[in-house]
């Protein structure tokens, strides 16, 4: 049975950091490329960060040089941090694993996590 379990969501002011983690059970980890998305009440899922098996990166703009994707493979693990949080940064996070390298369209993750609210406010 797949698992990816999300963690690191919460309630931080404007500026503020969170750590986001997702871990994976029942994939082999390794050779997923893996995606963390976000959704907003009323809007669309989106990318927001992704990272290849070889851990190239890929960046939506609205969060370039705020967020880092990084992985641990040895625990199986996809982490998101996020920097000088703003509130349209407010959403639910996402992880994702795909088999396909530089996954960018949402049909091409296999296995998705339950998701972790991220609220940026005063």
């Known amino acids: 049975q797949v698992q990816l379990v999300e963690s690191g969501g919460g309630l931080v002011q404007p500026g503020g950091s969170l750590r986001l983690s997702c871990t994976a059970s029942?994939?082999?980890?390794?050779?997923?490329?893996m995606g963390w998305y976000r959704q907003a009440p009323g809007a669309e899922r989106d990318l927001v960060a992704l990272?290849?098996?070889?851990?190239?990166?890929n960046y939506a703009n609205s969060v370039k040089g705020r967020f880092t994707i990084s992985r641990d493979n040895a625990k199986n693990t996809v982490y998101l941090q996020m920097n000088s949080l703003r509130p349209e940064d407010t959403a639910t996070y996402y992880c994702a694993a795909s088999l396909s390298w530089i996954a960018m369209s949402e049909q091409q993750y296999e296995h998705w996590g339950q998701g972790t609210q991220v609220t940026v406010s005063s």
């Open positions: 990272i290849t098996t070889d851990a190239r990166t």
């Open positions: 029942g994939i082999i980890f390794s050779i997923n490329n």
